[in-house]
């Protein structure tokens, strides 16, 4: 019995981990050309189920404002928002794309996100030979980046970085933060193939980005070191999930929030990242 103790110990702090008030701005569902765990309609009442005030559906390929519209029809009592994710199949960086999607009915399309599956730096470090996005060249933004970066400040959006490499990221924000951006995110800054060092992380803070934490199943101790260094109050768990295989993101969240703190971070950190910030991120508080 003693070889099942840490097992169950590790079980009942998951338990006893309150997601009430927690906004997931990463959640990945059907419908999707991906395969998918779950879809938007079960996860919005599943996460409320466990007290979830927010999620935020992405997806890579094809806006989601019109489903967030929809689910909140379905599921009340939850906060769902969409966005647009700038890869080719919405025309890349296309500010008609972005502008199409505030005047989408209710106004939940409230995410932009700069390429991610098909932007250059994703193309380049899986090293596969395939049409690609571009946000910069010979070290300079390109003018729709600037164009869409205006619109993202015209309409008060939250634009994140995408999964551009870590320089094309402090750009952005730089670019941004100048025409007046109020919220803006390091998508999972840690992650391949962003991959941020501390330092660049500690750049984009002071630009005023949130840095964002997805859940993983190891490296939490690199996670919590890098934590600490940026500062809490500047950064953001979220989980990433969806994917098939993998916890549900209540699940997925619990678990992380707990790794965390088994690797120093407190709980009120941990409520101030899943809660507060997100929140702010979006525009909420």
């Known amino acids: 019995m003693k070889r099942y103790l840490p097992f169950l110990f590790y079980s009942a702090c998951i338990c006893a981990q309150s997601l009430e008030g927690v906004i997931d701005i990463h959640v990945h569902a059907d419908p999707d050309s991906i395969p998918r765990s779950i879809d ?12 979830i005030r927010g999620l935020v559906l992405k997806n890579h390929y094809e806006p989601t404002a019109s489903l967030a519209y929809m689910v909140r029809k379905v599921v009340p009592g939850i906060e769902i928002f969409g966005g647009i994710d700038l890869n080719r199949t919405v025309g890349g960086v296309n500010p008609a794309a972005v502008e199409r999607m505030t005047m989408m009915k209710g106004g939940y399309g409230r995410v932009v996100w700069m390429p991610t599956f098909d932007a250059q730096n994703q193309v380049r470090y899986s090293k596969e030979n395939r049409p690609f996005v571009a946000v910069s060249k010979d070290g300079v933004l390109l003018p729709e980046v600037k164009q869409v970066i205006a619109l993202v400040a015209k309409h008060n959006l939250t634009l994140e970085t995408g999964h551009s490499a870590p320089d094309e990221g402090l750009m952005i924000l730089r670019e941004a933060r ?19 060092t501390v330092e660049q992380m500690q750049q984009a803070a002071a630009l005023g980005a949130y840095i964002e934490f997805v859940y993983q199943e190891s490296s939490l101790a690199e996670y919590a070191t890098a934590i600490r260094k940026v500062g809490p109050q500047h950064c953001i768990l979220s989980s990433d999930l969806g994917q098939v295989g993998r916890p549900l993101h209540p699940d997925g969240l619990l678990a992380f929030f707990a790794g965390l703190k088994k690797n120093g971070l407190t709980e009120a950190e941990i409520v101030t990242m899943s809660r507060t910030n997100p929140a702010r991120a979006l525009g909420l508080e």
């Not at 938007?40 to 007290?51: E, Q, Y």
């Not at 100048?178 to 941020?196: I, K, S, Y």
């Open 40 to 51: 938007a309609i079960d996860l919005a009442r599943l996460a409320k189920s466990k007290g």
């Open 178 to 196: 100048d025409r007046g951006v109020r919220h803006m995110v390091v998508t999972h800054a840690m992650l391949a193939p962003v991959q941020m």
